[in-house]
């Protein structure tokens, strides 16, 4: 049964997974004539809260211009300037979104050079430029007084008495992650910018009115300088810089607007316009959440520096956002969250993946005292990885790839193609290569057991596999006994985090484990980037292709009869596409079923967003939210329950990526009998469609 469509909006809105749609405006402008300035302003102030944004932020000084020097003493600029603002103070009373805009400002007989946060005709704040640049091209100190100066911490304004000073936050009371602070450009250029101790007091949308001219290599540094802040304070970042109509008497303008999230950008606007213009960003609030919690450097941080926490001011807000309509998300989520999608950056990712596990290998083998390896070769994917990294780290070692130790063990329902493919593969590797027919030692334990399977009679249940995966683990043990070698593991994160594994089997025990953080998505492009960056030649590489193009199996079960259909691994837990995305967001942030499937539905509704022509797969998948869902609830039941044991016990194994590992020493702690039924309702609320 389809979901009611209020169920459906509700679950398209962004809004209701802890995201907030934000904006940045690069109005033109005019030197000293704020009324068309405010009128500008205005219609960019409507066009975003068309576009669904409850926040949007214009340049520093914007109501007045940012060059107009020593005009800025003239009372009669000063007036227009605050006649200006309660025009877009008055446009704001029908419109549900929070503006912040840039205007000199009289106080305590002092000029300051402020920001007004405005909402629905009411001034919530004014927030006075803390650091004034008087160096260069700047005279600021000439005309204005620091924040840090001012005596009032209120003033009146336009009929309201209102907050005054740099340590406001602003808080819509409806979005419990949304907390604004607001900096004037300057402040982000110095050591210690106060947006830093507004992110340690809560704030997590970083604010920058900004005028900044432009000069060669300044546009490069201003993205560092944005992410970097972004980054470090765990914050989404807007920032804001004067475009076209400023002063060219010495200066030029390119009106840069840039958006980052925890040193991500999310949006850029075109630079050197001549027109009035808007970017969007959809952030994601709960991540910065997330990721605060996570590090607990950041709440150090706070204790650390609580004085200066402790002074900052709240202001409440009743944002009133429509959380019933459908307001899709308004950002690229890649597929494949573990792979770049960029062919430069993924290429990058595989080398950096690959000499982790290399080094991480020979270090292992160095410590102790070991020169030879034994290892499983299946003809399928990550015991193919775990051969190129056992070549590698022979090469570096100056030892022969004879000593590694490569056994092929056909059971019941080894097809001609994976064992043809292992036997090749070790052949153009150049390892010891060694075929060993499992299924007579097979029978023995069936006739031990009683199973069927020893009187003739296909019984193909859990023992018939275990039984095979067993032997092979067992052949493997021995040998590396007698060779004086270690066992080196192949299984994946893609298969701990699902529990496909069977206990105290090769793919999930062994001496080392160099696969054991690395999912299989990525497993799958680590083996296309060898076959094609030039690490191996002839049919080495076409092996690895070949490889690459053969159905993830167990190969435990005999193909079918009627069918010959073999074992699909993904027809029993789900497309590793899916699963993997599934893993990361849980894994890494913490989020509830119910907003993966909302990021994994507008992934997968994008045709384009991580479709490389040479992934025939990535063309293929193309997930409806039915799928999607039930791919998860097979996530969450395996992941949340009964799956922990096996991870506990897990072998040792580099970490090699932000994206988290399973290992119980290096990354995931939980308890081996927690159950999944909060993660199952929560997926509940899911709809089927949309």
Request: proline share 5%; aromatic share 8%; with cysteine.
């Amino acid at each position: 049964m389809s979901a009611h469509p209020h169920q459906n909006q509700h679950f398209l809105n962004l809004y209701n997974h802890d995201f907030a749609r934000i904006a940045v405006g690069v109005p033109r402008c005019r030197i000293a004539d704020p009324a068309f300035n405010a009128a500008e302003t205005q219609k960019l102030i409507i066009d975003a809260a068309a576009g669904g944004a409850s926040l949007v932020v214009f340049p520093e000084l914007g109501l007045s211009a940012y060059t107009c020097d020593d005009l800025f003493h003239q009372r009669a600029l000063l007036d227009g300037c605050e006649a200006a603002l309660a025009t877009v103070l008055d446009a704001s009373k029908d419109l549900k979104i929070i503006t912040i805009v840039g205007l000199p400002l009289r106080a305590d007989h002092r000029l300051f050079n402020c920001a007004a946060v405005l909402y629905r005709g009411r001034i919530l704040g004014i927030v006075p430029k803390t650091y004034l640049p008087n160096y260069g091209e700047f005279y600021e100190a000439r005309q204005f007084n620091s924040g840090d100066d001012a005596l009032s911490t209120e003033v009146s304004l336009l009929g309201q008495t209102v907050p005054f000073g740099s340590k406001l936050l602003f808080a819509p009371r409806d979005m419990p992650f949304f907390k604004i602070h607001v900096e004037i450009c300057e402040d982000v250029w110095t050591p210690i910018p106060p947006s830093s101790f507004a992110a340690l007091a809560g704030a997590t949308v970083l604010v920058n009115l900004s005028a900044s001219n432009i000069t060669v290599g300044k546009s490069g540094y201003r993205h560092q300088l944005v992410s970097q802040q972004s980054a470090r304070c765990l914050a989404t970042y807007l920032y804001s810089s004067a475009g076209a109509g400023e002063s060219s008497t010495d200066l030029a303008w390119d009106g840069q607007a840039l958006i980052y999230e925890n040193g991500d950008k999310l949006a850029e606007s075109e630079r050197f316009s001549d027109e009035s213009h808007l970017i969007f960003a959809d952030t994601d609030l709960e991540r910065m959440s997330r990721e605060r919690m996570r590090q607990t450097s950041f709440g150090q941080s706070v204790r650390v520096h609580a004085a200066q926490v402790s002074e900052f001011r709240t202001v409440d807000v009743e944002l009133e956002v429509d959380r019933e309509q459908a307001l899709p998300l308004s950002r690229v989520v890649p597929r494949y969250p573990y792979v770049p999608a960029d062919r430069t950056r993924r290429d990058d990712r595989c080398q950096e993946v690959y000499s982790i596990q290399v080094q991480a290998l020979v270090q292992r083998l160095t410590s102790s005292g070991i020169k030879k390896l034994v290892l499983g070769v299946s003809g399928g994917l990550d015991s193919t990885h775990a051969l190129l990294v056992a070549a590698e780290a022979m090469d570096r070692m100056g030892l022969p790839r004879t000593n590694i130790l490569g056994y092929t063990m056909p059971g019941f329902a080894t097809g001609a193609r994976t064992l043809q493919q292992a036997h090749r593969l070790m052949t153009s590797i150049g390892c010891y290569a060694q075929e060993i027919d499992i299924r007579p030692s097979c029978q023995q334990m069936f006739k031990d057991l009683g199973h069927p399977f020893a009187e003739g009679k296909p019984q193909y249940d859990i023992t018939f596999e275990n039984v095979q995966a067993g032997e092979r683990t067992n052949h493997l043990f021995r040998l590396a006994n007698h060779q004086g070698a270690l066992v080196l593991g192949t299984g994946d994160l893609s298969e701990l985090a699902l529990g496909w594994c069977t206990y105290g089997v090769g793919d999930h025990m062994s001496h080392y484990n160099v696969n054991a953080s690395v999912p299989k998505t990525l497993i799958r492009h680590l083996v296309r980037w060898v076959a094609e960056a030039g690490h191996v030649s002839g049919d080495a590489r076409q092996v690895l292709l070949d490889i690459l193009d053969t159905e993830i199996s167990p190969e435990l079960v005999p193909a079918s009869e009627d069918t010959g259909a073999v074992q699909s691994t993904e027809a029993s837990i789900g497309a590793y596409d899916l699963q993997d995305f599934n893993l990361f967001y849980t894994l890494r942030y913490g989020f509830a079923p119910s907003k993966v499937a909302f990021l994994a539905h507008r992934a997968w509704s994008d045709k384009e967003v991580g479709a490389w022509p040479e992934e025939a797969h990535v063309l293929r998948n193309q997930f409806e939210l039915a799928a999607i869902k039930r791919t998860l609830r097979i996530f969450v039941g395996r992941f949340f329950r009964g799956s922990q044991f096996k991870r506990t016990c897990v072998p040792n194994s580099p970490k090699v990526g932000s994206g988290g590992s399973l290992s119980p020493r290096g990354d995931w702690r939980m308890p081996s009998d927690s159950e999944s039924v909060v993660w199952l309702a929560d997926l509940d609320r899911v709809p089927e469609q949309v």
